[in-house]
């Protein structure tokens, strides 16, 4: 189904997605909060907001509060296989224009960023930099008319934050990534649970028991282990910082060369945000049977060429399970065409943790829209009363008090003086 401004799989999905749009919402109190007070306060009225990410049913709640706050909000997908097409069919419904179709292929994929950004942008939210790489090269006649943007992922991150150091940032950005209510929880639990989660859906393996090795021990990476630990698996981590590697032994894992581990795997799953992290070289060590999967941004963790170079053949032998059988008679098994697999085979991370991320996102594009006259052109932190308020509002709504400093307490932690 495509018009000028939304291009979905089929529009007669929506009554589906809006019920799974329903149910998510249950577990994003902070975003209804959000959604409320915007009902009522109208802070980004008139404001034209182009956003770049997975077409879930939680970006749906976030896109629903921008829209109840007054904004007209287009959206596209931030990665070819992560839309779920009964939520982008439900958006349509409810008046959001939307482009994304589940496995959408590359040129699709930039076609739905320049219809997005066709609508003239004056805030733009983006996961990966995909929209904001597009705009500063293919399209930066309309970048006069942006107020600012925010970036969801460390991936994102990392792109803008070299960006800014080539001196071509064009317009402020706020990395909602970096709130400690954001990678704290959804790059740790968010990640940790939706990664094992549609590395099961995938393939419906036993974890007990398996050797599953992870490339990368940052915040998502922590929260991979954990998981992947809780269910009887046995840890191994690969890293290339020591003081994360090091936190990796006394975490409680093995911890060595990815060439040693690539012997030993069962499960590997890239994380660290890096390209050609599992090679040529690792292949040709792995066991028969070995399973590959990333949950990074981008499909460049496990190199898949090289890869397709070793294999004679190739077969799916399940959704999202691709065999390669290698010159010498071993499979394989690569997941969902190396594509972040909580997306692709299971449906990303749980409500209540997107709760925190995109309570950032809507507080942050309201910052940027007060603040307009004021922001400098450069990658700014969240600002640090939104970050507070997203965490005392995540309490309040599970029903969690804490105590508070008293006075004497302020006072002395404030203080040099008073010592043994
Ligand atoms: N699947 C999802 O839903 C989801 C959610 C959040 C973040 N992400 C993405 O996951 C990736 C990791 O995010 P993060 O927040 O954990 O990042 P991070 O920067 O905290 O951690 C990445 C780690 O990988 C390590 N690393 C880099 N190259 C390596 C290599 N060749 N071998 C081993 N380790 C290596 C780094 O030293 C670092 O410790 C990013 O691409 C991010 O955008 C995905």
Redesign the pocket.
């Known amino acids: 189904m495509i018009n000028n401004k939304y291009d979905i799989k089929d529009t007669s999905l929506a009554e589906a997605g809006k019920l799974r749009i329903e149910w998510a919402s249950r577990e994003m109190p902070v975003v209804k909060l959000i959604r409320e007070r915007f009902a009522k306060e109208k802070p980004l009225t008139g404001i034209q907001i182009s956003a770049c990410l ?1 077409i879930t049913t939680e970006t749906a709640n976030l896109a629903l509060t921008l829209k109840e706050g007054g904004a007209d909000v287009i959206l596209c997908a931030s990665n070819p296989l ?1 839309t779920q097409d009964d939520a982008a069919a439900a958006l349509v419904e409810y008046g959001i224009p939307t482009n994304a179709i589940k496995g959408e292929d590359e040129e699709t994929y930039y076609r739905h960023i320049n219809t997005a950004l066709n609508s003239n942008p004056q805030l733009t939210v983006d ?2 930099a995909d929209l904001v790489t597009t705009l500063h090269t293919k399209r930066s006649d309309l970048i006069k008319n942006v107020i600012g943007g925010t970036e ?7 792109r803008l934050r070299s960006l800014e150091k080539s001196g071509k940032l064009r317009y402020p950005i706020i990395a909602v ?1 970096d709130a400690q209510t954001k ?1 704290l929880f ?3 639990y ?2 940790g649970q ?2 094992i989660d549609g590395i099961t859906r995938a393939t419906n393996i036993l974890w007990a028991g398996k050797k599953v090795v992870i ?9 991979i282990a954990l998981r992947a630990k809780g269910l009887g698996a046995q840890v191994i ?5 020591p003081v ?2 090091l936190e990796a032994v006394m975490d409680g894992y093995l911890v060595m060369p ?1 060439v040693e581990a690539a012997r030993v795997g069962d499960i590997f799953i ?5 390209k ?2 599992i090679d040529k070289a690792h292949f040709q060590l792995m066991k028969d049977g070995a399973i590959l999967a990333n ?4 499909n460049v ?1 496990v190199n898949i060429p090289a890869l397709e170079s070793l294999a004679h053949s190739k077969r799916r032998i399940r959704p999202f399970v691709d065999e390669y059988t290698l010159g010498d008679g071993r499979h394989l098994y690569l997941l969902g065409e190396g594509r ?4 692709a085979a299971a449906e ?2 749980p409500a209540s943790v997107m709760d925190m991320s995109f309570a950032n996102q809507a507080l942050c594009l309201e910052y940027m829209a007060k603040n307009r006259e004021r922001l400098e052109i450069r990658v700014y932190p969240v600002p640090e009363e939104i970050d507070k308020l997203v965490a005392r509002l995540k309490l309040q709504s599970m029903g969690i008090n804490i105590d508070s400093l008293t006075p004497e307490q302020e006072e002395y932690l404030t203080s040099w003086e008073e010592g043994t």
Request: proline content about 0%; aromatic content about 8%.
């Open positions: 997975h992560s996961d990966g969801e992922t460390t991936t994102g991150v990392i990534n990678y959804d790059n740790r968010g990640t939706s990664t490339c990368g021990y940052g915040w998502c990476g922590h929260g981590i690969t890293e290339v910082e994360r590697a990815l890239t994380i660290a945000g890096n050609n992290v949950s990074g941004h981008f963790e972040l697999i909580n997306l990303g991370h």
